[in-house]
């Protein structure tokens, strides 16, 4: 059973930093590519806020690059979203998943998370 659960999220003021563990189980991680989405309060989930694929490249959205990296941590099954320099427009729910390609839509992304919130408020 493949599962994904976030961790991490929280209240942080903006400039500040916050970041968020994917834990993943039930897949063998190298072979898939592991997306991190988000979903604005009233609003559709975006589609890639940042990726990393089974051999390592990562990738992330024009909105979030410079200020957000994800990396991957095979060994203990983990992938990982650091997020610097937040802003109050980061606030939304944030979703790891993976995908057995890389994808910067969400439709190709088969197993998801439950989400974590993620709050940038003074």
């Known amino acids: 059973q493949v599962q994904l659960v976030e961790s991490g999220g929280g209240l942080v003021q903006p400039g500040g930093s916050l970041r968020l563990s994917c834990a993943v189980s039930?897949?063998?991680?190298?072979?898939?590519?592991i997306g991190w989405f988000r979903r604005a309060p009233g609003k559709e989930r975006e589609e890639i806020t940042c990726?990393?694929?089974?051999?390592?490249?990562?990738y992330c959205a024009d909105a979030v690059k410079g200020r957000f990296t994800t990396s991957r941590d095979s060994g203990n099954k983990k992938i990982f979203l650091q997020m610097n320099t937040l802003k109050p427009e980061d606030t939304a729910v944030y979703y790891c998943?993976?995908?057995?390609?890389?994808?910067?839509?969400?439709?190709?992304?088969?197993?998801w998370g439950q989400g974590t919130q993620v709050t940038v408020s003074s």
């Open positions: 998943a993976s995908s057995i390609r890389d994808s910067f839509e969400k439709e190709d992304y088969e197993f």
């Open positions: 039930g897949l063998t991680l190298e072979y898939y590519t």
């Open positions: 990726f990393s694929s089974g051999d390592s490249r990562t």
